[in-house]
């Protein structure tokens, strides 16, 4: 299987299915710094990235909202001084599926690479 970081999101319906428990066991290690959070109800997967001012923070969330627009999934994105918040999950099933894992996996791609393509 390919890494999550290499994977593209799938078309998702409402009536696809969310992540198991088992499938959280196997897909969570491979984000180590995301973690799931319940909002409203709702399981997300969210982190939060450290930046030296606001600019630098301001353009990775623009470089998130180019990787979103690509696979046509979209996050959650908080910009303040210094940080970014993201939370990924999948809207039409109120949780998660594995969208939102090869997503986050994405999303520390592009952070740990500022050079990599927001398509990629």
Known sequence: MKPLHEQHCEACRRDAPRVTPQEIETLLPQIPHWQIQTVDGIDQLSRTYRFDNFVDALAFANRI???AEAEFHHPAIL???????????????????????VMAAKSDRLY????ASAGA
Not at 80 to 100: A, C, Y
Not at 112 to 115: E, R, T, W
């Open 65 to 67: 909202g180019e990787l």
């Open 79 to 101: 910009v303040e001084w210094g940080r970014v918040n993201l939370r990924w999950w999948s809207h039409k099933i109120k949780g998660l599926h594995v969208n939102d894992f």
């Open 112 to 115: 740990a690479d500022p050079q």
